[in-house]
């Protein structure tokens, strides 16, 4: 969730791009590994933890690509929306044995 939020921002903050870009690099794979655990424990599949990442894809292409500003929105609204439904995900509690292992609370 928080390499998702420092993609969601670094659009928006150009002055300090690089910066925001050096914290996604350093953040990206300790926060997947973390989601993927996390999604695992709740039964999920782990390639939802992919799913800003790919969004925020989408989201520099269309910027590029388009001058529509009501265009651009459309990504930076569905990556909220699929943030916060990770979020839920992740506060989820683990309940019993799944096909990724036993209960990690046990």
Known sequence: V???FVFTISSEISDSSMLVYLLMLV???PTLSVSVR???????SG???LSPFCIQLVKVVVDRVSSNEDLQT???VFQWVVNLFL???YCIPSHGDNKYGPDPTK
């Open 2 to 4: 928080l390499n998702a």
């Open 27 to 29: 953040f990206f794979i």
């Open 38 to 44: 996390r999604l695992h424990d709740i039964g999920a």
């Open 47 to 49: 390639a939802l933890a």
């Open 74 to 76: 459309i990504p930076t």
């Open 87 to 89: 979020f839920a995900l």
